[in-house]
C-alpha cells in the first residue's frame, strides 16, 4: 500500500519540470487576487462573507504551502534538507505581507489580522499534511 501512494504520488508530481513553477504562479495568483478591488467580487451578505472570506484566505495559502514545500523537497541541494521549515517561512511572511500590500497600497482593500490568522490556519493544516507525505515517502 505504501508503495502505491509513493508511485502515486510521484507520478502525479512529474506534471511539473520545475518545481517551484507551481509555488510561484500560485504565489503571484494570491497577490493579483487579494490587491483586486472588492468591488470585482459577486456580492453576499455579510455573514456569509466573512466565512467564505476566511476560508479561501486558508485555501490558498494551505495550496501554497504545499506547493512551495514540493519545490524544496525535490531540490538536489542542502534546501532539501529542510523543505517544510523554508516553505512554512516563506509562506508565513508571505501572507502577512500580502496583508500589509493590502493595507499600504490598494485602495479598495485593507489589510486583516483576521485574514492573517486564516492564512496560518491553513498553513499549519498544510504543514501537518506536508510532514505526514514526506514521512510516507522516507519509509517506502
Not at 18 to 35: K, S
Not at 42 to 64: E, G, Q, R, T, Y
Not at 74 to 90: E, M, V
Request: with cysteine.
Amino acid at each position: 500500500m505504501q508503495q502505491n501512494i509513493k508511485k502515486s504520488l510521484e507520478n502525479n508530481l512529474k506534471l511539473f519540470k520545475f518545481p517551484f513553477l507551481p509555488g510561484i504562479v500560485w504565489a503571484i495568483m494570491i497577490l493579483v487576487l487579494m490587491t483586486m478591488s472588492g468591488n470585482s467580487f459577486p456580492k453576499f451578505d455579510l455573514i456569509n462573507i466573512l466565512s467564505l472570506d476566511k476560508f479561501v484566505h486558508a485555501f490558498v495559502f494551505f495550496i501554497l504551502q504545499l506547493l512551495l514545500c514540493y519545490g524544496f523537497y525535490k531540490q538536489k541541494n542542502k534546501l532539501k534538507r529542510f523543505p517544510i521549515l523554508i516553505s512554512s517561512i516563506i509562506t508565513f511572511t508571505y501572507g502577512i505581507g500580502t496583508e500589509i500590500v493590502q493595507a499600504v497600497f490598494s485602495l479598495n482593500r485593507k489589510g486583516d489580522y483576521l485574514d492573517v490568522i486564516a492564512n496560518s490556519i491553513g498553513i499549519i493544516i498544510a504543514i501537518l499534511l506536508c510532514k505526514f507525505l514526506l514521512k510516507k515517502l522516507e519509509t517506502s
